[in-house]
């Protein structure tokens, strides 16, 4: 009779789970983005949205998640991922991450192997995205299966999709911040997480805004994104609170409540987020605010850490200065005895 009961219990589940399915619902306990159930709903996708698709047989990476069960069991379980770039669209592979029209994507560092240490070669190269293709990711971490490997998607198969409910409470702890959506005008709602991922900034008013970013000091309302150009430098204004205009690969231009506008490197090195000085302008030119960050790009793809460097030399500077002053105190504590010498010889 037990038997009968469970199989009974286990015919309903599986219809009920089909009906869902066919109703334009769908549920994700990936760690790609929060667990929970996602709704299909009409429309075409555009940045910024929720997005569910296949990935399709013709990708090299099809057979490589069906090996890894990337996909699931079956190997064809639909992604979900954020709408991040589309036709036109200026990508560029970076070490920090994936920059799109040179602004820097939350959690988009690449990694080179899996969780279980194997190779994660990326399908993905510096270009602008084509017509009818586009760039999806997942904000929610940066272990997750996205465009940083399998390249760019069709965009015509996409459907967008909202969370209807959602829940990853045991690692989560959500407090609202002061800063404010860009976007909207809503009030930021940080969420942090005790699994060690890095913390992120969502729009309160999701899902009906989906504005999500890394620290809000870099990217919010008080980040202005483009490339920059000496005019457009010349003609900004400070602000009551210190802000950041972004030109792109890492560099920066703060400005300062005083008027001081000072070039800043920001970067990756070993996973952590760093920023390092290049200078104030106009003393250093937007030319040579580039051609600096360019060298610290440089010295990053050897695996030194910038900031490191910099102190190291500015130490083995001050040795040298502290040397060359020694040697001068002494040539002058001989030169001071010598005549000493010679004047008790002239005397005697």
């Not at 789970?17 to 555009?46: C, E, W």
């Not at 079956?74 to 029209?101: Q, W, Y």
Request: aromatic share 8%; glycine share 6%.
């Amino acid at each position: 009779m037990k038997k009968i009961l469970l199989i009974c219990f286990c015919c309903h589940l599986i219809a009920i789970i089909y009906a869902i399915h066919f109703a334009g619902y769908r549920l994700n306990f990936t760690d790609s983005m929060p667990h929970g159930i996602y709704q299909i709903i009409p429309g075409k996708p555009v940045k910024g949205d929720l997005v569910t698709f296949s990935l399709r047989e013709d990708n090299p990476y099809f057979k490589i998640s069906l090996d890894r069960k990337y996909l699931g069991q079956s190997g064809t379980r639909p992604l979900l991922k954020t709408l991040a770039g589309t036709e036109g669209d200026k990508v560029e592979v970076t070490l920090e991450g994936i920059n799109i029209n040179g602004f820097l994507l939350s959690s988009s560092l690449l990694k080179n192997h899996d969780k279980h240490g194997r190779n994660l070669p990326s399908l993905l190269s510096s270009n602008l995205i084509p017509q009818g293709k586009a760039l999806v990711i997942s904000p929610h971490t940066e272990g997750s299966f996205d465009s940083r490997y399998f390249g760019l998607v069709g965009a015509k198969e996409m459907q967008r999709v909202i969370p209807i409910l959602t829940f990853n409470l045991e690692d989560s702890t959500i407090t609202e911040s002061k800063d404010t959506c860009p976007k909207c005008g809503s009030h930021l709602t940080q969420l942090s997480r005790s699994n060690g991922c890095k913390s992120m900034w969502l729009c309160s008013s999701y899902p009906t805004c989906h504005y999500w970013t890394s620290p809000p000091e870099e990217y919010s309302a008080n980040s202005i994104e483009g490339n920059l150009t000496t005019h457009k430098i010349e003609e900004t204004k400070p602000k009551q609170k210190l802000y950041r205009i972004t030109d792109s690969n890492g560099l920066c231009l703060e400005v300062r409540p005083t008027g001081s506008k000072l070039w800043r490197f920001r970067y990756r090195f070993k996973g952590k987020e760093k920023m390092i000085s290049l200078g104030s302008f106009p003393t250093t030119s937007l030319n040579d605010a580039r051609n600096k960050r360019d060298e610290h790009r440089k010295t990053l793809e050897k695996e030194i850490d910038p900031s490191r460097q910099r102190q190291e030399q500015r130490s083995s500077i001050k040795e040298a200065q502290e040397q060359s002053h020694l040697v001068g105190k002494i040539d002058y504590l001989i030169r001071q005895l010598r005549k000493s010498k010679k004047a008790l010889t002239i005397t005697s």
